[in-house]
T-cell receptor
Framework: DTAVSQTPKYLVTQMGNDKSIKCEQN?????MYWYKQDSKKFLKIMFS???????INETVPNRFSPKSPDKAHLNLHINSLELGDSAVYFC?????????????FGPGTRLTVL | AQTVTQSQPEMSVQEAETVTLSCTYD???????LFWYKQPPSRQMILVIR??????QNATENRFSVNFQKAAKSFSLKISDSQLGDTAMYFC????????????FGTGTRLKVLA
């Protein structure tokens, strides 16, 4: 009965590799988000999709490319990984128009780039 | 642009005591939401409490309550009867009530509850 799930939970890879993180929500929400939490625990929005349409694209290197095949899925693909990409990546979803527009978070994916 | 400031990087409190975590924000918006999230070592983000800016009454959820001062742009979290399970990072977050609904997070306060 998981609401927002992410795979994998841990990802260790070498610099220069390409990797993807997958996110799925079964809440029926229209909007999904990717946040990055750096080593100092600071959380910052990266992208958001509403019903498969990109609506937020913060100043993120273009090595990061989100893809939303349908409104229940939002994947994050990262090309040419760098040491600075090491972080925890959180997926979240919400339903605009509901009370508080509260976002529900996945368990996070810890990415370590060696 | 909105900013959220949490001026206490770390705090500690004795079990069963009360602790207050501070949060201030800067915005020119009039309609917005404020949230407190808890992140325990499991790293799951857990919603603790939320407040709508147009509601003057402070939100409460069991042992958690807020002191919302709209004019001062302050949104502090009070935890009463602290429990060991309250040990976690606490994040204050701001969201405009229109547009893209993204969270703006503060830098977090690491709270340790001591036995």
């Amino acid at each position: 009965d998981t609401a927002v799930s992410q795979t994998p939970k841990y990802l260790v890879t070498q610099m220069g590799n390409d990797k993807s993180i997958k996110c799925e929500q079964n809440l029926g929400h229209d909007t999904m988000y990717w946040y990055k939490q750096d080593s100092k625990k600071f959380l910052k929005i990266m992208f958001s999709y509403n019903n498969k349409e990109l609506i937020i694209n913060e100043t993120v290197p273009n090595r990061f490319s989100p893809k939303s095949p349908d409104k229940a899925h939002l994947n994050l693909h990262i090309n040419s990984l760098e040491l600075g990409d090491s972080a925890v990546y959180f997926c979240a979803s919400s339903q605009p128009g509901t009370a508080y527009n509260e976002q529900f978070f996945g368990p996070g994916t810890r990415l370590t780039v060696l | 642009a909105q900013t959220v400031t949490q001026s206490q990087p770390e705090m500690s409190v004795q079990e069963a005591e009360t602790v207050t975590l501070s949060c201030t924000y800067d915005t020119s918006e009039n309609n917005y939401y404020l949230f407190w999230y808890k992140q325990p070592p499991s790293r799951q983000m857990i919603l603790v409490i939320r407040q709508e800016a147009y509601k003057q009454q402070n939100a409460t959820e069991n042992r958690f309550s807020v002191n919302f001062q709209k004019a001062a742009k302050s949104f502090s979290l009070k935890i009463s009867d602290s429990q060991l399970g309250d040990t976690a990072m606490y994040f204050c977050a701001f969201m405009k009530r229109s547009g893209t609904y993204k969270y703006i997070f503060g830098t977090g306060t690491r709270l340790k509850v001591l036995a």
